[in-house]
């Protein structure tokens, strides 16, 4: 499997972003799909996890980002979007997204030691 994250760039604090992560490969072994964020100097940090496979898209969002960041997948396009919203200063990082074979509990999904695959970063920068 193989990951592409894209959609960051350069925003002002209160602004919106969407960032999109197109899986391709064997996107059948594919179960939960996440995204993690790390700033300079800081350890990579959970953001938000959405279950793959099945009717419900159900999620899973780290405190620091819930009612601001929305995970949505399409299956059809075999990608994950996050839909970020009011961005703080403190939302700069380098998001990257990541997929998980296995069928965790959602709630773990925050481990990143549960994922498989990972793509390469985007860079979101929110100014002042």
């Known amino acids: 499997v193989q990951l592409q994250a894209s959609g960051g760039g350069l925003v002002q604090a209160g602004g919106s972003l969407r960032l999109s992560c197109v899986a391709s490969?064997?996107?059948?072994?594919?179960?939960?799909m996440g995204w993690f964020r790390q700033a300079p100097g800081k350890e990579r940090e959970f953001v938000a996890a959405?279950?793959?496979?099945?009717?419900?898209?159900?999620?899973y969002y780290a405190n620091s980002v819930r009612g601001r960041f929305t995970i949505s997948r399409d299956n059809t396009k075999n990608t994950v979007y996050v839909q970020m919203n009011n961005l703080k200063l403190e939302d700069t990082a380098v998001y990257f997204c990541?997929?998980?074979?296995?069928?965790?509990?959602?709630?773990?999904?925050?481990?990143?030691?549960?994922?498989?695959?990972w793509g390469q970063g985007t860079q979101v920068t929110v100014s002042s």
């Open positions: 990541g997929a998980v074979r296995g069928r965790p509990i959602l709630s773990t999904l925050w481990n990143g030691e549960l994922y498989d695959y």
């Open positions: 490969g064997r996107t059948q072994n594919i179960n939960n």
């Open positions: 959405i279950r793959w496979n099945g009717g419900a898209s159900n999620s």
